[in-house]
């Protein structure tokens, strides 16, 4: 077998489309397992930027199968938007699958994740507001509509009257909002299922065989460890499993059939939105990486938080996906800086914490105990061999592996597909 998981090991955004884009290169299938198209991969490939939500990044491998699994949340009209945008510059996308099981987002999801983002004021979460999280609500409350039942419009009729009444109770009586019109919704989702129904598969069929015949299978991870709806910084999290565990839930193959797991870090940390973030810089230091790093959300637009590497989060990271490996991405960004943190722990009152506290209350109460290293001033975007960096580089690079527990086995030093060190 030859199996990888890729995950983000810290907040989401650290640069996991163009690691999965460099090994979809030699990957065989590529496969989405989580999230919804509130997630978003930036690749570059022979000069043309791509922002991918959706659609796997081995799209743009002709020769690859892509599948979007049984636990992604699928929006129909940002999928055949994204569907659209590929195939006007020539890409071909016979070679994606969907599976029968993954839930629809509908109209009301999104009306519904407005309106309670907007009730919760200034406890607001910070959602994108595309209907992510009231989708996974259905799901679990098990009146969700799935792939299988947008193609069957019999069933697909019969659900949507359903739930759109039940919505619009929700909507009008408790939010104040304006009710939906069920016939307008059926008229123009059944429209998306003619267009989308070649697409249709049991995917969990073609991946088993797939793994089984030996082809090389790689499974894309969407957001990050610290944004899992059980493990991360709750509630300023996802609604479902971006972990490696989660890939095995959303795609409906079993753990002893994965290979290698790796994590993607940034040389620094950022995250979008609200929440905890211990190492946060609101300083000309935070300012330089952003606007040097290109920090701002590929989804939203959204500036991102940024501040110094979080080897507390790190570890956690490595410790609850069983990473094998960890990909450092943007450590050109860093030049030029002449001194660089690192969090090795949190200093608690007189009490220094290691692990990841559960409680953001707890965390609240937490600040960074920094460790400083030296920085580089050469540019670095050119090399490919890691000899032939810069010492002050290496000893950056050794010192996340021994703080995370993990061995650093690819380092970005650019945003295109080639300004990539193997190791």
């Keep these: 077998m030859s199996t990888k998981i890729v995950i983000g090991a810290q907040w989401g955004d650290e640069g996991k489309g163009k690691i999965i884009d460099i090994l979809a290169q030699e990957s065989e299938v590529v496969v989405r397992s989580s ?6 991969h930036t690749v570059e490939a022979d000069g043309v930027e791509y922002k991918l ?3 796997p990044s081995g799209i743009l491998n002709p020769q690859t199968l ?12 940002a999928l055949l938007e994204e569907l659209e945008m590929f195939e006007s510059r020539g890409i071909n996308t016979d070679n994606l699958k969907i ?13 519904l994740d407005g309106l309670m983002e907007a009730a919760r004021g200034k406890g607001d979460i910070g959602t994108t507001k595309k209907g992510i999280g009231p989708c996974y609500m259905d799901k679990t409350e098990r009146i969700g509509i799935r792939f299988c039942d947008l193609i069957d419009e019999e069933e697909f009729i019969s659900r949507t009257k359903a739930n759109v009444e039940i919505k619009n109770k929700i909507i009008t009586k408790i939010y104040g909002g304006e009710p939906l019109c069920a016939d307008e919704i059926i008229k123009e989702y059944l429209g998306y299922a003619q267009r989308l129904k070649k697409y249709a598969a049991d995917t969990t069929v073609l991946l088993y065989n797939a793994i089984k015949e030996g082809k090389k299978v790689l499974f894309e991870g969407a957001q990050g460890t610290l944004l899992d709806i059980d493990l991360g910084t709750y509630p300023f999290v996802t609604s479902s499993h971006p972990i490696t565990g989660g890939v095995c839930v959303g795609t409906g193959i079993g753990p002893t059939m994965i290979d290698e ?20 810089l609101f300083d000309e230091v935070g300012d330089r990486i952003r606007e040097v790093g290109h920090e701002y959300g ?9 501040g110094w590497f979080d080897a507390v989060i790190s570890k956690f990271g490595v410790r609850t996906s069983g990473l094998t490996t960890i990909a450092l991405n943007k450590l050109d ?12 722990a949190y200093k608690k009152g007189d009490e220094i914490i290691t692990e990841f506290p559960a409680s953001l209350k707890e965390l609240a109460k937490c600040e960074p105990v920094y460790e400083e290293l030296p920085g580089w001033n050469e540019d670095i975007s050119g090399i490919r061999k890691y000899e032939e960096l810069p010492l002050n580089v290496r000893k950056y690079v050794e010192r996340v592996e021994q703080l995370c527990g993990a061995k650093v086995g690819m380092i970005g030093v650019g945003p295109g597909r080639h300004q990539n060190i193997l190791r």
């Design 35 to 40: 999230g919804g198209n509130n997630a978003g």
């Design 53 to 55: 939500h959706l659609v």
């Design 66 to 77: 892509c599948i979007i699994g049984t636990g992604v949340v699928v929006d129909p009209k």
């Design 99 to 111: 599976d029968y099981r993954a839930h629809i987002i509908m109209p009301y999801h999104t009306v």
């Design 261 to 280: 797991c790796i994590g993607v870090m940034k040389a620094y940390t950022t995250r979008v939105g609200k929440g905890p973030f211990p190492t946060e």
């Design 298 to 306: 590929a989804t939203t637009g959204r500036p991102r938080r940024c």
């Design 333 to 344: 960004t860093l030049a030029g800086i002449p001194v660089l943190k690192i969090c090795v």
